[in-house]
Structure formats: structure tokens, C-alpha cells
Nanobody, 126 residues
Framework: VQLQASGGGLVQTGGSLRLSCEAS????????TGWFRQAPGKEREFVAV????????YYADSVRGRFTISRDKAKNTSYLQMNSLKAEDTAVYYC????????????????????WGQGTQVTVSS
């Protein structure tokens, strides 16, 4: 499975961006898909995830209510709609996928994901 992330860019505080993660090589609709981000000098952190199968979503507290994760099974693509962006959202955003059956305590862990996209830069200027 190959993942291609896109949609990053430069936006002002309060603006919006939509990131896309297109999967190729295998039908990805049953995979759990997550978005993570890494700011300079910081560890990669969980942002949002959508479970394969039932489509249940989870969010980091810092983005809940502003970001929305979704997917289009027909296009083998997941999305991260980011609204009300803040300077602290500036980071490289990565999409990731796994076909493991993850429990809630592990679904936010980077180590549980087998496939990663190349990352897309999001910069929010104040």
C-alpha cells in the first residue's frame, strides 16, 4: 500500500485547508486511517483517525471541533478538513494506515500504523 498526502500550504490564522490521503496498491476502505503531525523539534503526534469498517472517528483534544476526518471509499482517499487554523497547527502532516484491529488505547499510537504517506507541510501565519 502506498499513501500520497497532499493539500498542505500556507494559510492565515483562522483559515482552512483540506488535506487528502490517496491510497494505491490495495483497497484501503477497510483500513483504519489516521492523521498525525510533527512540528519542528517535537515528536510526531496524533491528530485524528477514522476506523476501517464502521467509520468511527477520534480526535486529539487540540483539534476537536475544528478538524474533521472523513473518507471516500470509491476514491480510496481519506481527508482531513481543517478549519479555524491556529499558528500552533503548523507542522508536517502525515497520513497513515493499518489493517490491524486497534483498541482505543492504541489507535493513537504511531507505532501501530504500518503504512505512511510522505507528509505535507501546513504553515499557519499569524
Amino acid at each position: 500500500v502506498q499513501l500520497q498526502a497532499s493539500g498542505g500550504g500556507l494559510v492565515q490564522t483562522g483559515g482552512s485547508l483540506r488535506l487528502s490521503c490517496e491510497a494505491s496498491g490495495r483497497t484501503f476502505s477497510s483500513y483504519t486511517t489516521g492523521w498525525f503531525r510533527q512540528a519542528p523539534g517535537k515528536e510526531r503526534e496524533f491528530v485524528a483517525v477514522i476506523r476501517g469498517g464502521n467509520g468511527v472517528t477520534y480526535y486529539a483534544d487540540s483539534v476537536r471541533g475544528r478538524f474533521t476526518i472523513s473518507r471516500d471509499k470509491a476514491k480510496n482517499t481519506s481527508y482531513l478538513q481543517m478549519n479555524s487554523l491556529k499558528a500552533e497547527d503548523t507542522a508536517v502532516y502525515y497520513c497513515a494506515g493499518t489493517n490491524k484491529g486497534l483498541i482505543l488505547s492504541t489507535i493513537k499510537s504511531t507505532s501501530e500504523y504500518d503504512y505512511w504517506g510522505q507528509g505535507t507541510q501546513v504553515t499557519v501565519s499569524s
